[in-house]
């Protein structure tokens, strides 16, 4: 009887052995960061509707306006109409447009970049939402920075792009704000992650907490208009 020698037992155990199914997060985390590293979203505008809240207080409004991306990537705001309590206007949504600014500057730097430079990545599977199923990570921000949050993202299975972020940013962008909590989700059009909405509770120092939902539509190129925009401080 002839002997196998030790690279044919070799062989012989490795192809009687069971498949290991490989743990697909590497090339999902790969496919992401190369769908995400396209330029920055510049020279559009869309219309924007906030709906916020200070329970504790009951009061409420509500602000329609037109969101300016210019070619610079500098964000700003054509207010087309508000109604409610000035509270809401000037506590709420000046301040979160004011956070939004600093997000954004922090966010040309790659500062608050959702990249392995900032962030720990853990796959924790797929989840299943209105019938689609979706990657799931869990994010830990390397560093307690202003933009950086920690919770999860949520990844198209077929472009890799975020469908959705959820968590709670581990540094408020003042001091006002003790605590900041939000669900961010985006539609996916021509290749790119687009904002959609985003819901948020924001627990304040004075006011108790308070409740911001932001619905975001109708993306165009952006035409400079005639009538002259306001300044966040306008709305203080």
């Known amino acids: 009887m002839q002997r196998l020698g030790l690279p044919a037992i070799l062989l012989f155990f ?14 999902v985390l790969c496919r992401y960061l190369a769908a995400s590293s396209q330029p920055p979203l510049r020279g559009v505008s869309m219309e924007v509707d906030f709906e916020a809240k200070l329970p ?15 070619k610079l990537g500098e964000i700003r705001y054509v207010v087309e109409r508000f109604v409610g309590d000035n509270s809401i206007k000037k506590d709420v949504i000046a301040r979160y447009m004011q956070a939004e600014t600093q997000a ?9 970049a959702v990249t392995p430079q900032n962030y720990k990545f853990k796959y924790k599977g797929l989840t299943e939402r209105d019938g689609r199923e979706y990657h799931v ?27 959705r972020e959820a968590g709670r940013l581990v540094k408020t962008p003042s ?39 932001i619905h975001f ?10 009538a002259p925009s306001f300044t966040v401080s306008e709305l203080n």
């Open 14 to 27: 490795l192809l009687a052995a069971p498949a290991v199914p490989q743990d697909p997060s590497s090339e």
């Open 56 to 70: 504790k207080l009951k009061k409420e409004g509500r602000l329609q306006a037109l969101r300016i991306i210019s």
């Open 104 to 112: 954004q500057e922090g966010s040309a730097s790659g500062d608050v």
């Open 137 to 163: 990570f869990q994010l830990t921000p390397r560093k307690k920075r202003v933009g950086l949050y920690k919770g999860e993202l949520w990844l198209d299975p077929v472009t890799c792009l975020p469908v």
């Open 175 to 213: 001091i006002f704000l003790k605590k900041i909590e939000f669900v961010r989700d985006y539609e996916i059009r021509d290749g790119r992650a687009l904002p959609k909405q985003i819901q948020s509770t924001v627990d304040t120092r004075f006011w108790g907490p308070a409740e911001l939902m």
């Open 217 to 226: 539509r109708n993306l165009s190129v952006y035409t400079e208009p005639e």
